[in-house]
């Protein structure tokens, strides 16, 4: 009794660490979504060139996923972890030095290093808990995407006050801080580690199967799409409804903070309802908001018997913020889904797979921000971001319906919740 005990205080005390390390690792990956904009002013950047300032630490975070959850599997959690947080310390504050487009690119690539700590964190905490609670346990360690939210209450505030510079400043003392708990209150458990006679070949055999890269399309839009409307969502209200920098960063964060924090809910919903009927509501709720969303400012006129009437149709920034507000809730319900359809088929290599999907995600997070703002310097439409959008869930919806839904009883007594 004991000895359950102790493992049950670990247990609690590795998950509430690391979503804190994981919460401060994502609003520094997050950075340039608040920054990004008085950089932006600075050099003179177009669309295209904001999104691939706000995209590039996204980049290194996605490709380093994959070798830090195959390393997570070897040589545990705890130390990778502390490793990845130390490194990136350095690079934050050396952001505040840099004064050229290109010294903001390089270094961003190596601040984004922070975002692989997902696949660091979502094998090392689910493997403290007994397999009825690794949804919830993966979704409370997910939440620590709200640290996207986190950054549009402290960054702006930061701003305004002092400039950009002290952001990263601030940031890597944050970063620093958060280390040193981690280490503090972290454990190690060699029984969770892969056997030492297990190839690096042989877990990522797991790319040929055709589930994961379903699961990969899937985690593309819920987390790929969550970062990159979080690093795009400031500009926007800017942008589009003409707010200040506080107020627009405010109102993402009713999206970015949901889409975090509930994350933990949508692990326990997975649970109890399974996967597959979690990530089928969130891809139909995702449709119809971002066909709302798609929808831009639109004047027409209209001839009749009394002359020109003339009509406008488009969302206010109330409705906008409302659609995102559910939007985000319905994103923080499919990344804690999605990662139950590997806990439950990949049980055994969950660092190598969430570390795949998780880089499809974070590729995601990086392609997108890139394409809104071609797609915007292109036709000039700030909502073709959501028209985009818009076809990718179309796409897995299509996707899901013919290898899952389609192969579901609907009625009869195998139909799921059937009486016996």
Known sequence: MASELGNSRKAWSVLIVSTLAFTVCFMVWMMFGVIGIPIKKMLNLNATEFGLLAATPVLTGSLIRVPLGIWTDRYGGR??????????VPAIWLMSYATAYWHFLVIGLFVG???GSFSVGTPYVARWFPKNRQGMAMGVYGAGNSGAAVNKFVAP???VAFGWAMVPQVYAVIMLAALVLFWLFSYSDPSHLVPSHVKFSDQLKALKDPKVLKYCQYYSIVFGGYVALSLWMVQYYV???????????LLAACFSLPGGVLRAFGG???DKYGAHSVTWWVMWVSWVCLFLLSYPQTDFT??????PATFHIGLNVYTFTALMFILGIA?????ASVFKYISDDYGANIGAISGI??????LGGFVLPIIFGGLMDLTGIRSSAFMFMYGIVWVSLIWMYWTEVRRTEVMGKNASGAQA
């Open 79 to 88: 130390i990778v972890m502390a490793i990845l947080m130390a490194i990136t």
């Open 113 to 115: 290093l922070a975002g």
């Open 157 to 159: 505030v930061l701003l």
């Open 239 to 249: 942008g589009e409804f003409g707010l200040d920098i506080r107020v627009a960063a």
């Open 268 to 270: 326990i919903l997975s």
């Open 302 to 307: 209209i001839l009749t018997v009394n002359g």
């Open 331 to 335: 994103w923080a319900f499919g990344k």
């Open 357 to 362: 999907v998780g880089l499809a995600g974070g």
